[in-house]
């Protein structure tokens, strides 16, 4: 008799195509259901709540897969970390119920965006935050960002290639975070967790929290808002791109090594 199981997964997207499985590539998904093989001695389809890009990074990604194996949640956990890559750790596995999918039953997901706002980014957090250099204006880009909090038409910040015809989503926390206390919080086991190199005034993260994404959403609001912070734009361009503006009249897209997804939120 089959059974859905809940996994909460972290991982350092670096040197991987992407959640996706790929014919060619190495993805978090085609880890996983290699993984999950070994124990069903059978192909397994693992099903994720988002589809990070190459080179994201996940606090809590969120899969769900159905399997016969009786095995205890936490010799799954234990066998499914064996087989893993040392850069992609299944933080939790949970008993859930039979009609659970990690993509259709959530209600919404938090991403986080890093950036380093100084003159030199140190080389062992490279990997995980976009570099800029310039002095930004943190005030503009608040009062930008707010703007986003609410049910609007995102279509100007949706990358070309996406199969999702509705871009009309609703976003409940968009915010420029300075307190880098809460760089690495928010996921279960790495509360509080973060790199010394990031504990200082010069990194800043950018939250934002909806009922779903378009593809490269978040990365294309992160380099508008960007271009607000060194003036390059003003903040009231943000409410103009959502009254009907298009993909090119937005800012360009930023770097994927800064952006996490931190949690998925199920009723």
């Not at 200082?200 to 508008?224: C, P, Q």
């Amino acid at each position: 008799m089959e059974r859905t199981l809940k996994l909460t997964i972290s991982y350092d997207g670096t040197r991987f195509v992407g959640w996706q499985r790929q014919a060619e590539s190495v993805s978090i998904q085609g880890l996983l259901e290699e993984a999950f093989a070994r124990f069903e001695g059978a192909p397994v389809a693992v099903h994720g709540a988002g589809r990070t890009d190459a080179g994201v990074h996940a606090l809590g990604q969120v899969a769900s897969v159905r399997i016969a194996s009786a095995h205890p949640t936490d010799a799954v956990a234990r066998g499914l970390n064996a087989c893993l890559p040392l850069d992609v750790r299944v933080i939790e596995v949970q008993e859930a119920a039979a009609d659970f999918h990690a993509r259709f039953s959530a209600r919404s997901k938090t991403y986080r965006y890093l950036l380093r706002n100084a003159s030199i980014v140190n080389p062992f957090e490279r990997a995980f935050v976009w570099h800029v250099p310039e002095a930004l204006d943190l005030d503009a880009m608040r009062t930008a960002a707010n703007e986003l909090v609410g049910t609007h038409d995102f279509a100007a910040f949706r990358s070309t290639g996406g199969d999702t015809k509705d871009t009309v989503r609703t976003l409940t926390q968009s915010e420029i975070v300075t307190d880098v206390g809460r760089a690495w919080s928010g996921s279960p086991g790495l509360d509080g967790v973060h790199p010394t190199s990031l504990d200082d005034a010069t990194v800043l993260a950018y939250e934002i929290s909806g009922d779903g994404f378009l593809r490269h959403m978040v990365r294309a609001i992160v380099g508008t808002l960007v271009e607000v912070g060194r003036r390059q734009r003003p903040s009231a361009s943000m409410a103009a791109l959502l009254a009907g503006g298009s993909r090119a009249q937005a800012g360009a897209t930023a770097p994927p090594q800064g952006l996490f997804l931190v949690r998925v939120v199920y009723d």
